[in-house]
């Protein structure tokens, strides 16, 4: 009986069945939702949301993964950085500056042979980000400018710096956006077009999927381990919790807020080049001010996934997979912005976690005191 107690006041399982409780209580808000838009086809819309990358077997749960794959990457920059005590918005100017240099080293370096290309292409996307990142950690640490503010300019300024450079250096004027990639350069499937497909005559049709999720589910468990094995990870995680006793224990605080922006602006960097080097001859960055949804959808993966490296591989993957479901709702006639509803209330009932967290080892509590002064 001790043993289970013990395993229900536990951290993991708490913040488990918190991001559990907040995905029940979206689905049911988003059940709602359906019966006013359309009551007839309510529960058929709810099991389309639920069946998700199902709805078009293995193609579907290929592209599921696919899309996953970046969110996986922002996500953790993102928690990366919640988990030491900063809040960064800047993921999607990160994210859209390493796309750029994977797709500027996938046209213009053709001399590099496979696999070596593609790999360097990544590394490229990763020190990009990082570098992108560096400006408001530096501003954070010298100068005491909030990183919020200082990464929402950032986006802004990545996004039309993509723009001019794809316009300047790998532009394709006639489609209006960036050239393809060499073939060498694409991400490989790595077996993986052998699983998510479906038949197609006497052929496949194939999903997008690729190694990128390999890549991605990798990183998030080397994060997992630099945030919670190593001494520079406990360091990271001790100026988030308070920056002052940190100093006073002889952290270098400054050196660690850069740190962890750095880092954080590489994941989403990476995550950029993981989904522009998709695809047949790459994605293409259309030269559009609109800034990239991977790098903001990155902070509802990190809230559900409550920062935790192996919690943002699942709730990236659910994000991921409902959003395939609710675009298939569109074929009940319901509107696309149904399904952003939905993940938005998850999210929003994601902020009450730490009521069910306090709740259940509370209740506890009260009840193993209350047997120990009875037994008095």
């Known amino acids: 009986m001790e043993r289970w107690k013990k395993i229900l006041v536990s951290d993991e399982l708490n913040n488990a069945m918190s991001s559990i409780f907040a995905i029940l209580i979206g689905l049911l808000f988003g059940f709602i939702i359906l019966l006013i838009s ?5 529960v058929e819309g709810l099991i389309i949301i639920l069946k998700g990358g199902f709805s078009t077997g293995g193609k579907g749960m290929g592209q599921v993964l696919y899309f996953a794959t970046p969110l996986i990457l ?11 005590g900063l809040f960064n918005i800047g993921a999607a100017g990160q994210f859209i500056m390493g796309a750029f240099a994977a797709i500027y080293v996938g046209v213009k370096w053709t001399f590099l042979p496979a696999p070596l290309h593609w790999i360097i292409a990544l590394a490229a996307a990763a020190v990009v980000g990082g570098l992108w990142a560096l400006i408001p950690g530096l501003m954070k640490a010298y100068l005491n400018v909030h990183e919020v503010i200082a990464t929402i300019m950032m986006n802004y300024i990545g996004m039309y710096s ?11 004027s006639m489609k209006t956006q960036s050239l393809n990639v060499a073939n060498s350069c694409v991400l490989p499937k790595m077996g993986l077009d052998n699983i998510f497909y479906n038949s197609l005559g006497g052929g496949k049709d194939l ?9 991605a589910a990798i990183i998030a468990i080397i994060m997992y381990i630099i945030l919670n094995k190593t001494t520079f990870g406990y360091e990271l995680k001790a100026c988030g919790f308070n920056a002052d006793a940190s100093k006073y224990a002889g952290i270098n605080e400054k050196r660690n807020i850069v740190l962890s922006m750095v880092i954080a602006g590489a994941l989403a960097g990476l995550g950029g080049g993981l989904l522009y080097l998709s695809g047949a001859s790459g994605r293409h960055i259309k030269v559009v ?14 809230l559900l996934g409550l920062s935790n490296p192996i919690g943002i591989i699942f709730s990236a993957v659910f994000i991921s997979y409902i959003t395939q479901g609710g675009n298939y709702l569109q074929r009940l006639n319901y509107a696309p912005e149904i399904i952003e509803m939905i993940i938005a209330c998850i999210i929003y009932f994601s902020a009450f976690s730490l009521i069910l967290r306090k709740i259940i080892p509370g209740i506890l509590k009260h009840k193993e005191e209350s047997r120990k002064g009875g037994k008095k």
Do not use: H, M, R, W
């Open 38 to 42: 359309n009551p007839s086809q309510a």
């Open 74 to 84: 922002t996500g953790l920059s993102v928690g990366f950085a919640f988990k030491t």
């Open 162 to 172: 993509a723009n001019y450079l794809v316009k300047l250096t790998v532009y394709d």
């Open 207 to 215: 999903s997008t999927v690729n190694c990128g999720i390999y890549i």
């Open 289 to 302: 001010d609109v800034l990239a949804s991977e790098g903001f959808n990155g902070i509802p993966v990190a």
